[in-house]
């Protein structure tokens, strides 16, 4: 088989059993990728040089289509509360139609691997129906040299085909939309859906399963180094800000999206970044925004003017619009994806109910309550009828690609963080100065400042106060910065209304927590927040 180029068809794909009437192309450049997709119908080319492509109904994942294979390895590793069973017969079935549905298509190739450290690498190949996807995959996954092109053995396969249309009766699905992962002979079927994103989470997933078991922490967090070599890790569901706020000028980009926390410190598990669009501005997120400029970048559902410009504040397809990029797009990117490690742990969370403050320091047992609630909060302004927020609690800030149950990735973090005397803080990026729609989203000129001090050390020495509901430490002063934005019940119109407003959402999280209380500690349980009667 050779590295590169098109492979001959009779000699199909290895280790999946593909056979092929049509053209298999192995690790396509970028360039020869645009070719195809273009030619092929796929995509589009923007004035200044990126792809952009479209993704129909599918515009972001599929949670309720996903499945793990059920088998005697998986029966008693995986967390089936939170993890939909798939049978190996159904699966069985679904490879083979797989198969058959492939036979007469030409192909894509990608092989690849999934984490920068090379003892905890999975060397993936991924087999796409589209070019476009395999121009995404290669910008998001590592890419090996050329010269190890030619022993690649992949330890996992990606068979990603979006036209394929399971059958429920059949394979066991929930829709024709399906994505099901065999954790045991390591192998991924999409399809159904066109979004890209389906196939870089499955990796995660797979990585999710795999490294507890050797000690090492996966984590759905972005990382970055200052220059002594402090390193943080930014915990956050989307939409909360670790893409921005880890593409930092004044620090190294270690990685926007997933990571492993291991002996010798952390590491990236990609090679790109896949950052929302939706209302980017060179102003706001200037690293960012120029990816978006670039020859190689993939835009997903970012729709295009009459002068094929993007429109990134035009949220009509979605509002999950999206850039794929390399890392070294990003000017100070590490080259390595790794470093020491970190100094600093961020968990960042989205409160659109206005209670929380802009950062607050947590104890370990603190940070251990609020990595397994995962708390943040949606906003539906493109919904009819909604106009109240809504609370979401993703265990670990990534309940869908967690295998594993929670209380296994929180006792590592647990144990890394207090192995390396990592400080914890909690950043809210949400809203101020009232609920969403009443009050305004956090300045993130503030929300910077308050985390350069964090990672900087300077906040230590401003006094703190004990925030009466979640009893972790807030600043009362930090110089630079408003003071009442530091005391979110001082930027409130109405005091009672925020008690309120503060009491509901302790509640949330008290009753959310209930599913974790035989897990944890004294300790951590102690951690959690009290309604102002208990605390009375």
Not at 189 to 208: D, R
Not at 348 to 370: C, E, N, R, S, W
């Given at each position: 088989m050779t590295a590169t180029g098109i492979h001959d068809p009779a000699l199909g794909i290895d280790q999946i059993g593909l056979q092929t009437s049509g053209a298999v192309r192995y690790n396509f450049s970028a360039a020869e990728l645009y070719e195809h997709a273009i030619s092929?119908?796929?995509?589009?080319?923007?004035?200044?040089?990126?792809?952009?492509?479209?993704?129909?109904?599918?515009?972001?994942?599929?949670?309720?289509?996903?499945?793990?294979?059920?088998?005697?390895?998986?029966?008693?590793?995986?967390?089936?509360?939170?993890n939909k069973p798939m049978a190996p017969e159904a699966f069985d079935r679904l490879h083979a139609d797989f198969l058959v549905h492939a036979a007469d298509q030409d192909l894509f190739v990608q092989d690849l691997i999934g984490g920068a450290d090379a003892v905890h690498r999975l060397q993936t190949r991924v087999v796409t129906e589209y070019a476009w996807h395999s121009l995404f995959i290669r910008n998001l996954l590592i890419r090996p040299a050329a010269s190890d092109l030619p022993d690649f053995v992949p330890q996992m396969t990606i068979i990603d085909l979006p036209s394929f249309r399971a059958d429920p009766a059949r394979h066991g699905t929930s829709s024709e939309t399906v994505i099901a992962i065999d954790l045991t002979r390591m192998i991924v079927l999409i399809g159904g859906t066109a979004y890209a994103g389906e196939m870089k989470k499955a990796v995660f997933t797979a990585l999710n399963y795999l490294l507890p078991d050797r000690g090492v922490m996966p984590m759905h967090c972005s990382a970055n180094e200052g220059p002594d070599g402090d390193a943080a890790v930014f915990f956050?569901?989307?939409?909360?800000?670790?893409?921005?706020?880890?593409?930092?000028?004044?620090?190294?980009?270690?990685?926007?999206?997933?990571?492993?926390?291991?002996?010798?410190?952390?590491?990236?598990?990609?090679?790109g970044c896949y950052a929302k669009t939706i209302r980017l501005s060179a102003e706001a997120e200037p690293e960012i925004f120029a990816t978006t400029q670039r020859f190689g970048t993939v835009l997903e559902n970012v729709v295009l003017d009459d002068r094929r410009r993007p429109n990134f504040d035009d949220g009509s397809l979605t509002e999950n619009t999206r850039c794929a990029y390399p890392l070294d797009f990003i000017p100070n990117a590490s080259p390595t994806g790794r470093a020491g490690h970190p100094?600093?742990?961020?968990?960042?969370?989205?409160?659109?109910?206005?209670?929380?403050?802009?950062?607050?320091?947590?104890?370990?047992?603190?940070?251990?309550?609020?990595?397994?609630?995962?708390?943040?909060?949606?906003?539906?302004?493109?919904?009819?009828?909604?106009?109240?927020?809504?609370?979401?609690?993703?265990?670990?800030?990534?309940?869908?690609?967690?295998?594993?149950?929670?209380?296994?990735?929180?006792?590592?973090?647990?144990?890394?963080?207090?192995?390396?005397?990592?400080?914890?803080?909690?950043?809210?990026?949400?809203?101020?100065?009232?609920?969403?729609?009443?009050?305004?989203?956090?300045?993130?000129?503030?929300?910077?400042?308050?985390?350069?001090?964090?990672?900087?050390?300077?906040?230590?020495?401003?006094?703190?106060?004990?925030?009466p509901h979640f009893g972790f430490a807030v600043p009362v002063a930090v110089p630079g910065i408003e003071r009442a934005i530091l005391d979110p019940r001082s930027t409130w119109g109405d005091r009672s209304a925020y008690d309120r407003q503060a009491s509901r959402l302790v509640g949330m999280f008290i009753d959310n927590f209930e599913k974790f209380e035989s897990h944890v500690d004294a300790a951590v349980m102690g951690a959690a927040p009290r309604t102002q009667e208990a605390a009375e």
């Amino acid at each position: 088989m050779t590295a590169t180029g098109i492979h001959d068809p009779a000699l199909g794909i290895d280790q999946i059993g593909l056979q092929t009437s049509g053209a298999v192309r192995y690790n396509f450049s970028a360039a020869e990728l645009y070719e195809h997709a273009i030619s092929r119908g796929e995509a589009r080319l923007t004035a200044d040089g990126a792809l952009v492509a479209y993704t129909g109904n599918h515009t972001g994942r599929s949670p309720k289509d996903k499945f793990i294979v059920r088998d005697r390895n998986t029966t008693p590793t995986v967390w089936w509360d939170n993890n939909k069973p798939m049978a190996p017969e159904a699966f069985d079935r679904l490879h083979a139609d797989f198969l058959v549905h492939a036979a007469d298509q030409d192909l894509f190739v990608q092989d690849l691997i999934g984490g920068a450290d090379a003892v905890h690498r999975l060397q993936t190949r991924v087999v796409t129906e589209y070019a476009w996807h395999s121009l995404f995959i290669r910008n998001l996954l590592i890419r090996p040299a050329a010269s190890d092109l030619p022993d690649f053995v992949p330890q996992m396969t990606i068979i990603d085909l979006p036209s394929f249309r399971a059958d429920p009766a059949r394979h066991g699905t929930s829709s024709e939309t399906v994505i099901a992962i065999d954790l045991t002979r390591m192998i991924v079927l999409i399809g159904g859906t066109a979004y890209a994103g389906e196939m870089k989470k499955a990796v995660f997933t797979a990585l999710n399963y795999l490294l507890p078991d050797r000690g090492v922490m996966p984590m759905h967090c972005s990382a970055n180094e200052g220059p002594d070599g402090d390193a943080a890790v930014f915990f956050g569901l989307s939409g909360t800000g670790k893409t921005t706020l880890s593409a930092d000028p004044a620090r190294t980009l270690i990685g926007d999206d997933e990571h492993g926390w291991g002996p010798d410190g952390i590491f990236n598990f990609e090679g790109g970044c896949y950052a929302k669009t939706i209302r980017l501005s060179a102003e706001a997120e200037p690293e960012i925004f120029a990816t978006t400029q670039r020859f190689g970048t993939v835009l997903e559902n970012v729709v295009l003017d009459d002068r094929r410009r993007p429109n990134f504040d035009d949220g009509s397809l979605t509002e999950n619009t999206r850039c794929a990029y390399p890392l070294d797009f990003i000017p100070n990117a590490s080259p390595t994806g790794r470093a020491g490690h970190p100094k600093s742990v961020i968990m960042l969370t989205a409160d659109a109910f206005g209670v929380m403050p802009p950062i607050a320091k947590l104890t370990p047992a603190q940070a251990m309550y609020h990595f397994l609630s995962g708390y943040t909060a949606k906003v539906a302004g493109t919904e009819r009828g909604v106009s109240e927020p809504e609370a979401t609690f993703s265990t670990c800030f990534g309940a869908p690609f967690m295998p594993r149950h929670p209380s296994e990735y929180g006792a590592l973090l647990k144990q890394l963080i207090a192995g390396h005397g990592a400080a914890c803080w909690l950043v809210n990026t949400g809203w101020t100065g009232g609920a969403y729609g009443t009050g305004r989203r956090m300045p993130i000129k503030a929300t910077r400042a308050l985390l350069s001090a964090a990672l900087d050390g300077s906040l230590d020495a401003v006094e703190f106060r004990t925030d009466p509901h979640f009893g972790f430490a807030v600043p009362v002063a930090v110089p630079g910065i408003e003071r009442a934005i530091l005391d979110p019940r001082s930027t409130w119109g109405d005091r009672s209304a925020y008690d309120r407003q503060a009491s509901r959402l302790v509640g949330m999280f008290i009753d959310n927590f209930e599913k974790f209380e035989s897990h944890v500690d004294a300790a951590v349980m102690g951690a959690a927040p009290r309604t102002q009667e208990a605390a009375e």
